[in-house]
């Protein structure tokens, strides 16, 4: 088994268990919840402050995602696979939802801001949904972002001489203060999934 492969490997499983705590805690804490609380107690430990760049080179700070819930997709535009699977996923649910897609905002960060620059990003999401902002910086506002949202990434280089990234593949999902409330775990069903957000929006303030 190449080294490669080996790496790989261990991301993975990281990931996996990432996915299989958050999807536990939101298992227990929406089902305790149905007395119409909030859609889950916030774990303060995930996310957090960060200053970011979006397409058109205009700063973005956590304080502009508040008001109403937030998804963020972790990426790449390198990315094979994950990512554009994802974004194409995400597409969808914006588009299921119908009116009610204007009540969360849509991020997609970058974790390679070295290839990553913010018009390569506006390029790259404009294929997907124009409401989704594509977000970067430099390495370590990048960094720091990770950082306080428990993201993993890691590069990875290849054979070629180039490098490819691993990272979380799922969905992080805030409420309206910005504060985590659970995951989408990636390929999960699109049912799920839409239940999930119009909970999300349903358990927002009336003014978001």
Known sequence: MSALKLIRYGAWAAVAA?????????????????????????????????????????VVTDKDMT?????YLFGFTFCPDVC???????QGWIMSLGEDAGKLNYAFVSVDPERDT????????????????????????????LKAYRVYSKKVPL???????????AVYL??????????IAYGEAEESALKKLKRLIEKAPASS
């Open 18 to 58: 990432l996915a299989i705590a958050a999807g536990v805690i939101v298992s227990l804490q929406m089902t305790s919840n149905d007395n119409g609380g909030s859609l889950i107690e916030p774990l303060s430990a995930i996310g957090g402050p960060f200053e970011l760049t979006n397409g058109n080179g205009e």
């Open 67 to 71: 008001g109403k819930p937030s998804i």
């Open 84 to 90: 554009p699977t994802t974004l194409s996923e995400m």
């Open 118 to 145: 913010p018009d390569v990003m506006r390029d790259y999401v404009a294929a997907f949904d124009e409401r989704i902002v594509p977000l970067t910086g430099s390495r370590d506002q990048v960094d720091a972002m």
């Open 159 to 169: 054979d070629d001489g180039g490098y490819t990234m691993d990272h979380s593949a």
């Open 174 to 183: 805030m409420d309206a203060d910005n504060r985590f409330v659970g995951t």
